[in-house]
């Protein structure tokens, strides 16, 4: 099976991250901007980098982008130059084209012109920014379905030194715990105090829950809104 190759097509902040991190899992990427300096600065650590105009559909063909399993498109300045980038891309036969988008209106027409995925990175900084702030003992979460979430969370203080059983939390919040991060203080081999993260994967009726463990949960919206308000 050959090695995929991926292209990254705008090279700002977003696209010239995308890049790099390719780069240093040892993927072969083709990065491209119109700008020589940025091209430049990141040819050092790509594939291959090269300056070409992404709305110059043979200049993209030469580029050798029709050969690239994946393209992501990160063009912000201009709207209408990643539509037309977006549209180039898929009319040299790219199947799994990725577009980050500006704006709702400029996701709508890159889904029509058959982008694959469609990111919006500042709004998920956003709306994680503000989940943060507002939801701070609730680490991570992430939607399984339209009624439950697997999240991580805080142990509440309710549940401190009590095994799972006891803690009675499946009742009382409607929850089931299917993993507990431990963090046990440690001397390292330096000699100063450290944290090390013990996982335990299956745990049972009779293991213990104890101040600043990490619980993984499954539970409904309302459940962990309710585990939320007791953690404040």
């Keep these: 099976m050959k090695n995929k190759q991926f292209a990254v097509i705008g090279l700002g902040t977003f696209g010239y991250n ?52 994946t393209v992501i498109i990160s063009i912000g300045e201009s709207i209408e130059t990643s539509i037309l980038a977006t549209l180039i891309v898929k009319e040299l036969g790219v199947k799994n084209v990725i577009v980050k988008s500006a704006s709702n209106w400029h996701s709508k027409v890159a889904a029509k012109l058959g982008a694959s995925t469609v990111v919006y990175p500042e709004l998920e900084m956003s709306k994680k920014l503000v989940e ?53 203080p440690v001397i390292n081999d330096d000699g100063q105090s450290d944290i090390k993260e013990e996982v335990n994967m299956v745990p049972g009726p009779y293991d213990e829950i104890n101040q600043n463990d990490v619980l993984v949960v499954i539970g409904s919206e309302e459940s962990l809104a309710k585990i939320r308000k007791d953690n404040e």
């Design 18 to 69: 995308v890049a790099v991190e390719f780069a240093s899992k040892d993927i072969q990427v083709l990065a491209i901007d119109i700008n020589t300096e940025i091209v430049d600065r990141i040819s050092e650590f790509v594939t291959q980098a090269l300056v070409v105009d992404a709305t110059d559909e043979k200049a993209m063909l030469e580029a050798g982008v029709a050969d690239c399993d």
């Design 132 to 184: 943060n702030i507002v939801t701070p003992n609730i680490l991570e979460q992430i939607k399984l379905s339209k009624d439950y979430n697997l999240a991580e969370i805080v142990a509440p203080k309710s549940v401190w030194g009590k095994t799972i059983r006891d803690s009675n939390i499946r009742n009382s919040y409607g929850i089931n715990i299917i993993a507990i991060r431990k963090r046990i």
